[in-house]
């Protein structure tokens, strides 16, 4: 009956510990981004939310509504979350939309586009 007891135990124990290691796994790309003109300013995105230069958003081509991404501007290593909610942009200089208020929050809303670094966790 002990045996059988430590067994239960153990395996329960193991069984656990690979529970525990199934970690999400984090995502860091280096990209080129840019904001939204100012002439999408209350229209519906992709999500149906309608776009507010004010919220901390994003469009992205391909990651799940939702999905909130760490921007960190490599020039001056000011960094900001934003939450996707459109898709875009279509071009093939730039990976990544962001809010007019996060654009000024990490300091390219004067130059327009930057360097950035993203991370964000795949579920």
């Known amino acids: 009956m002990r045996l ?3 067994f239960c135990l153990f395996s329960f124990g193991a069984y656990a510990q690979d529970i525990q290691t199934k970690q999400p796994d984090t995502v860091v790309q280096t990209i080129f981004t ?4 100012k002439k999408f300013e209350g ?5 149906g939310e309608r776009y507010r230069s004010s919220k901390f958003t994003a469009a992205h081509r391909t990651l799940p509504f939702g999905t909130i991404i760490k921007v960190k501007n490599l020039h001056n290593g000011k960094t900001v979350e934003v939450r996707v909610n459109d898709r ?5 200089k730039f990976a ?6 996060a654009a000024k929050a990490l ?9 950035v670094e993203i991370s964000y966790v795949t579920k």
């Open 107 to 115: 300091g390219i809303f004067n130059l327009g586009y930057a360097r």
């Open 88 to 92: 875009g942009p279509f071009s093939k």
């Open 4 to 6: 059988i007891l430590l």
């Open 96 to 101: 990544l939309d962001i809010s007019k208020a």
């Open 43 to 47: 229209r519906k995105t992709t999500s």
């Open 34 to 37: 840019t904001y939204y003109a």
